[in-house]
């Protein structure tokens, strides 16, 4: 398993990503932090490119929720706010 930072610009949408963690078999695996282009923010666990596992979201308007994450989506799910 490696560690990177990646930060990738698409010309067409002129949106952004970054991506700043854990990487195995070319997919976001172990923990990291993934900043989507609208501004919203995932800190935490990954499993083959999928939010899985103990995590944080910011969504764009700054709201926060903690929690168990599975297989990319977070039911039960505590805000913070």
């Known amino acids: 398993m490696f560690s990177r930072i ?3 610009l698409n010309a067409e949408t002129l949106t952004r990503w970054t991506q700043q963690g854990q990487w195995e078999r070319n997919m976001y695996s172990g923990t990291g932090k993934y900043e989507f282009p609208n501004g919203t923010v995932y800190e935490g666990q990954w499993v083959e490119n999928k939010m899985h596992g103990e995590g944080r979201y910011i ?3 700054g ?3 903690h929690g ?3 297989n990319g989506t977070g039911p039960g799910l505590i805000s913070m706010d």
Do not use: I
Request: aromatic share 24%.
């Open 6 to 8: 990646s930060t990738v």
């Open 59 to 61: 969504d764009a308007g």
């Open 63 to 65: 709201r926060e929720w």
């Open 68 to 70: 168990q994450f599975y």
